[in-house]
């Protein structure tokens, strides 16, 4: 099968997670087309079997690049099994609060864009404060400390479970394929 995945990052965790999607979707012997949502243009849709979107939550939002991609090719993106991997930091913890929030940020997402993904999965990102600026990396620092975690100065701290996300990928993969035998 041939599929796609369109992604946003701000700090390169959702981009290394979309590249950890492709790759194990090639192993499993697919064609995958990664394409970063600022880039996504000219898709053949006839020939894309399934689609997954990630995307990170940055003061309760996901990149506006990914909505616009979303909002563009809702219908395109209905048509076929599709996912959407959203990546944020309340994904790793279990507070109820925090969880609903990002249930209610990926709702929004889709109410905005009108794409209704088959599956949304809930993905922890990482503090990078390799990547930020001065102002970005005193506030991480609270909710670092909020969080009751300690990171020294320069140190990132990666929270995305591989294994777990490697699974769902192997279960959508798998409800794809099937949709794909009773489309033939
Ligand atoms: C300025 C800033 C704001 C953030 N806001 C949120 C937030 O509202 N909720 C949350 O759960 N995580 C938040 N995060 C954490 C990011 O979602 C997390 O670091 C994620 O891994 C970023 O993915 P990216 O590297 O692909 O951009 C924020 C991070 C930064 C730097």
Redesign the pocket.
Known sequence: MRLLIVYA???????KIARFCADRLSQAGHAVELLPAADAEGIDWPRIAGAILAG?????RVQEGLERFAAAHAGDLGARPSLFLQ?????AGDDPE?RA??ERIADDFCARTGWQPDRTLQVA????FT??DFF?RW??RWIASQKGERIRPGEDREYTDWTELADALDAWLAATSEREETAK
């Not at 990052?9 to 981009?15: D, I, L, S």
């Not at 990170?56 to 309760?60: A, E, L, T, W």
């Open positions: 990052t701000t700090e390169g965790q959702t981009r990170s939550v940055h003061m309760g990546v944020s930091l309340a994904a925090e929030d990002i990102g990482a503090f990078r990547q930020y970005r506030a991480m």
